[in-house]
């Protein structure tokens, strides 16, 4: 419970849910300013609370005096308010600090991709003196003292670390705690005032709101990308092979043993297939009991990844300790997880609702839950299956995607007046993808237009990019300034300088009937066509090269189109990749086919926000090679937005002579029969893929027409007819 001390009176402010984040509207979500931190009185609030804890002895369990008095954890009653201080994000914002490994100190493979995730991301500083947040270079994933990943002595190393300050604004990062038998979840040395991102962590240790519960997840788990989910297709009815599976180890004796050896009792071979096994340890015959060489051959006739793939539900007992591999093999496979983990608190609760993506089953119920999950509507079963696919791929299906939601949970808290809403975290695409740095309101992100049951704003910013002189008015950005200007959604036109020569007259600009403003390029780089402008006053932008070739009724068209699709790219010159088997890299070809995954942005429209996203998200480092180039900036915007719809682009209808003209125009016809400008396209589709971790580009076969494009009737009863005569 937090405290606000005014004058000599201490009143109680009410409690948070220790679960869930507090439930915000669909229309958006603007709190006032939080009490962030206190001056004064405040700063001995931790201490406070203990001499309270001492005079009142006779009201607390015993439980929670041997705890107190345990020193093992002193900061067992932190929350944000009394052990984090606040005042150390307000100068760079959240930025992390990773400490420099030492020599001599091991390190896992699994840490060292936490730490690089860290490293990678826009949060990471060089700088402790920049930094509110810091992570220890000392590996803390297993302090299992029977591991050979343990790290030897580090109460003494954390303790000797300059900046530790108690554990004050530390984050510790922790897969494993304890060891045979009892696998408690001491780490082996006092943590302090820091924060625990840990797996398998139980609701009586977990401290709402100020540590995070993180998946337990293997080794192997990829570092950046990571694989899809499985569902390929939906099925209706959504039913599988196996209605409930698990397969998997079945401790004889020790914490953990009780519900995998009472499985037996739900397995009936058919659609409910349970299966344990005893074979496993050095010593397991001298332990084994009356059914473990039946199970064992019960166990060895099917194929886990089989059953995986082709069952409704996945069973997720507890093991040894509360968390399991279980559970995101389950959530990719799209095998609904029924949760046996009595006291878990769930990976990333605080922000996930788990009851639309799994069943929250009880362990002292185990034989009530086949008639339970066939209960279970199909309905409710299609609808929990989609979100095991979102959530896995959100948050769930890389090291970087974990580290980047812990972040951005502690950072939310931090900054409560930008942080996200329960929508944003739980529907597409994900709070890693919706910065509220950009806006707290859902209707001014591209994804939330149908839920909120409006529409995007029914104008478009035209943005035209200039590189060349103005020399005479017969230039093709000339006409084409004036045919946008034309449309009736056009709200503006915003004409961006990155010519090297001195920005024309204002007499030079054709008169038009909506304003024309003419802004002098950031340092000149390729990259200032994405930049935010706060001149941008509409959703849609309409991006265009000064040597593109459209009509009028063209600009209307495609704007048209994109109304349905405010979160995709939609335009006209359509490119498309493919993988090179011969040198295993990615290609790039401009080839004219019914195939294509981009659409580039030399005359394409797509909401605003993906401007912010291209400043924001994207690493300095493929920015800066973009501008160095002058080349590629519109295959990044694109592998930008596959990654977050993950949908791709729409090509619209275009005239035949489209290709023509724009390959016969001005300064860029010339690049683009370059071979140097197109080895370095394939470079860059190479580098995007290396940095993205994966290919987020999607292959589409649809191109949208106009109704009755090209039918056999009059072309008085056509809307969009003057397409047909260019």
Same mark, same amino acid.
């Given at each position: 419970m937090g405290?606000y001390?005014?004058s000599?009176a201490?009143?109680?402010?009410?409690?948070?849910?220790?679960?869930?984040?507090?439930?915000?509207?669909l229309?958006?979500?603007?709190?006032g300013a939080?009490w962030?931190?206190?001056?004064g009185p405040m700063q001995?609030f931790?201490?406070?609370e203990?001499d309270?804890s001492?005079d009142?002895?006779?009201?607390?369990?015993?439980?929670q005096?041997?705890?107190a008095?345990?020193?093992v954890?002193?900061?067992?009653?932190?929350r944000?308010d009394s052990?984090?201080?606040?005042?150390l994000?307000?100068r760079?914002?959240?930025k992390?600090?990773?400490?420099p490994?030492q020599k001599g100190?091991?390190?896992s493979?699994s840490?060292?991709n936490?730490l690089s995730?860290?490293?990678?991301s826009?949060?990471f500083?060089?700088?402790?003196?920049?930094?509110?947040?810091f992570?220890?270079?000392l590996d803390t994933?297993?302090r299992?003292q029977?591991?050979?990943?343990?790290?030897?002595?580090?109460?003494?190393?954390?303790?000797?670390?300059?900046?530790w300050?108690g554990g004050k604004?530390?984050?510790?990062?922790?897969l494993?705690?304890g060891?045979?038998?009892d696998y408690?979840e001491d780490?082996?040395f006092?943590?302090?005032?820091a924060?625990?991102?840990?797996a398998?962590i139980?609701t009586e240790?977990f401290?709402?709101?100020f540590d995070?519960s993180i998946?337990?997840?293997?080794?192997?788990?990829?570092?950046?990308?990571?694989?899809r989910?499985y569902l390929?297709?939906?099925t209706?009815p959504?039913?599988?092979?196996?209605m /409930?599976?698990?397969?998997?180890?079945?401790?004889l004796t020790? %914490?953990?043993s !009780?519900t995998r050896?009472? *499985?037996?009792?739900?397995?009936?071979?058919?659609?409910v297939?349970?299966?344990?096994?005893?074979?496993?340890?050095?010593?397991?015959?001298k332990?084994?009991d009356?059914?473990?060489?039946k199970?064992n051959?019960e166990?060895?006739?099917y194929d886990?990844?089989?059953?995986l793939?082709?069952?409704?539900?996945?069973?997720?007992?507890?093991?040894r300790?509360?968390?399991?591999f279980r559970?995101l093999?389950a959530?990719?496979a799209?095998?609904v997880?029924?949760m046996?983990s009595n006291?878990?608190?769930?990976?990333f609760?605080?922000i996930i609702?788990?009851?639309?993506a799994?069943v929250?089953?009880?362990?002292? /119920?185990l034989l009530q839950?086949p008639?339970t999950?066939?209960? %279970?509507?199909? !309905?409710k079963i299609?609808? *929990?299956?989609?979100q095991?696919?979102?959530l896995w791929?959100?948050?769930?299906n890389?090291?970087e995607?974990i580290?980047l939601t812990?972040?951005?949970?502690?950072q939310?808290?931090v900054?409560?007046?930008t942080?996200?809403s329960?929508?944003?975290?739980?529907?597409?695409?994900g709070?890693?993808?919706?910065?509220p740095?950009?806006?707290t309101y859902?209707r001014d992100f591209?994804f939330y237009y149908?839920?909120?049951?409006i529409?995007p704003?029914?104008?478009?910013?035209?943005?035209i990019?200039v590189?060349?002189p103005?020399?005479?008015q017969?230039q093709?950005v000339?006409?084409?300034?004036v045919?946008v200007?034309?449309s009736?959604?056009?709200?503006q036109?915003?004409?961006?300088?990155n010519? !090297?020569?001195?920005?024309?007259a204002k007499?030079r600009?054709?008169a038009?009937?909506?304003?024309?403003i003419v802004?002098e390029?950031e340092?000149?780089?390729?990259s200032?066509r994405?930049?935010p402008y706060?001149?941008i006053?509409?959703?849609?932008?309409?991006?265009l090269?000064e040597?593109?070739v459209?009509?009028?009724?063209?600009?209307d068209?495609a704007?048209?189109v994109w109304?349905?699709f405010p979160?995709?790219?939609?335009?006209y010159?359509?490119r498309?990749h493919?993988?090179?088997?011969?040198?295993?890299r990615?290609?790039?070809?401009s080839k004219?086919t019914n195939?294509?995954s981009?659409?580039?942005?030399?005359?394409a429209?797509?909401?605003?926000?993906?401007?912010?996203?291209?400043?924001t998200?994207l690493?300095?480092?493929?920015k800066?090679?973009v501008?160095?180039?002058?080349?590629c900036?519109d295959?990044?915007?694109?592998?930008?937005?596959?990654?977050?719809s993950?949908?791709?682009p729409i090509?619209?209808?275009q005239?035949?002579?489209?290709?023509e003209t724009?390959?016969g125009q001005s300064?860029?016809?010339?690049?683009?029969?370059d071979p140097?400008h197109f080895?370095?396209r394939?470079t860059?589709m190479?580098?995007?893929a290396s940095w993205?971790?994966?290919m987020?580009?999607v292959?589409?076969q649809?191109?949208?027409?106009?109704?009755l494009?090209?039918?056999?009737?009059s072309?008085?009863?056509k809307?969009?007819r003057?397409i047909?005569?260019?």
């Amino acid at each position: 419970m937090g405290y606000y001390q005014y004058s000599s009176a201490i009143i109680p402010l009410s409690r948070r849910g220790p679960n869930r984040r507090d439930d915000r509207s669909l229309s958006g979500y603007h709190p006032g300013a939080r009490w962030r931190r206190f001056q004064g009185p405040m700063q001995s609030f931790s201490s406070w609370e203990r001499d309270w804890s001492d005079d009142h002895d006779g009201h607390i369990s015993p439980r929670q005096k041997r705890d107190a008095n345990s020193g093992v954890n002193s900061g067992k009653r932190c929350r944000m308010d009394s052990c984090f201080d606040f005042s150390l994000c307000e100068r760079k914002g959240f930025k992390v600090y990773v400490y420099p490994q030492q020599k001599g100190e091991k390190m896992s493979e699994s840490y060292q991709n936490i730490l690089s995730s860290i490293e990678g991301s826009r949060f990471f500083t060089p700088d402790p003196g920049q930094a509110c947040l810091f992570v220890l270079s000392l590996d803390t994933l297993d302090r299992d003292q029977l591991s050979p990943q343990y790290v030897h002595n580090l109460k003494a190393k954390v303790q000797s670390l300059p900046l530790w300050n108690g554990g004050k604004n530390h984050i510790i990062f922790n897969l494993y705690s304890g060891t045979w038998p009892d696998y408690t979840e001491d780490l082996g040395f006092d943590i302090g005032l820091a924060m625990l991102a840990k797996a398998s962590i139980s609701t009586e240790n977990f401290r709402p709101n100020f540590d995070v519960s993180i998946p337990l997840f293997s080794k192997d788990h990829p570092r950046t990308g990571g694989e899809r989910g499985y569902l390929k297709h939906n099925t209706i009815p959504p039913y599988r092979k196996y209605m /409930l599976v698990f397969k998997g180890k079945r401790y004889l004796t020790g %914490i953990g043993s !009780d519900t995998r050896n009472a *499985l037996y009792h739900v397995h009936n071979s058919e659609d409910v297939v349970l299966l344990t096994t005893c074979k496993h340890g050095k010593d397991w015959q001298k332990h084994k009991d009356a059914r473990c060489d039946k199970d064992n051959a019960e166990y060895d006739k099917y194929d886990y990844r089989e059953m995986l793939y082709n069952s409704t539900f996945c069973l997720v007992p507890r093991g040894r300790r509360l968390g399991s591999f279980r559970f995101l093999e389950a959530l990719q496979a799209a095998c609904v997880p029924v949760m046996l983990s009595n006291g878990w608190e769930l990976p990333f609760s605080e922000i996930i609702d788990w009851n639309t993506a799994a069943v929250i089953g009880d362990e002292r /119920l185990l034989l009530q839950i086949p008639s339970t999950v066939r209960c %279970i509507h199909q !309905d409710k079963i299609l609808s *929990l299956r989609q979100q095991t696919q979102f959530l896995w791929e959100a948050y769930f299906n890389s090291v970087e995607k974990i580290v980047l939601t812990t972040l951005e949970i502690i950072q939310d808290r931090v900054l409560q007046h930008t942080s996200r809403s329960n929508l944003m975290w739980n529907s597409l695409p994900g709070g890693l993808f919706t910065l509220p740095q950009y806006s707290t309101y859902l209707r001014d992100f591209p994804f939330y237009y149908a839920k909120l049951g409006i529409k995007p704003y029914s104008k478009f910013t035209a943005i035209i990019h200039v590189v060349t002189p103005l020399i005479s008015q017969s230039q093709p950005v000339m006409k084409l300034l004036v045919a946008v200007a034309k449309s009736q959604y056009c709200a503006q036109v915003i004409v961006l300088w990155n010519c !090297d020569k001195p920005l024309p007259a204002k007499h030079r600009w054709p008169a038009t009937s909506v304003p024309v403003i003419v802004i002098e390029g950031e340092s000149k780089v390729i990259s200032s066509r994405f930049l935010p402008y706060d001149t941008i006053p509409t959703d849609a932008v309409l991006s265009l090269d000064e040597d593109t070739v459209l009509s009028t009724t063209e600009v209307d068209f495609a704007f048209t189109v994109w109304q349905s699709f405010p979160d995709r790219i939609v335009g006209y010159p359509a490119r498309s990749h493919f993988w090179d088997s011969n040198k295993e890299r990615w290609g790039y070809t401009s080839k004219w086919t019914n195939d294509y995954s981009m659409v580039l942005t030399g005359a394409a429209i797509y909401h605003k926000y993906y401007h912010y996203l291209y400043t924001t998200y994207l690493p300095a480092s493929l920015k800066t090679m973009v501008d160095q180039m002058s080349n590629c900036e519109d295959i990044l915007m694109n592998f930008l937005v596959s990654s977050v719809s993950k949908l791709p682009p729409i090509k619209v209808t275009q005239k035949k002579q489209y290709k023509e003209t724009m390959m016969g125009q001005s300064s860029r016809a010339s690049r683009w029969a370059d071979p140097d400008h197109f080895a370095q396209r394939q470079t860059c589709m190479n580098k995007f893929a290396s940095w993205f971790g994966t290919m987020p580009l999607v292959h589409s076969q649809m191109r949208l027409d106009p109704v009755l494009f090209k039918d056999q009737v009059s072309i008085l009863r056509k809307k969009y007819r003057d397409i047909e005569r260019l």
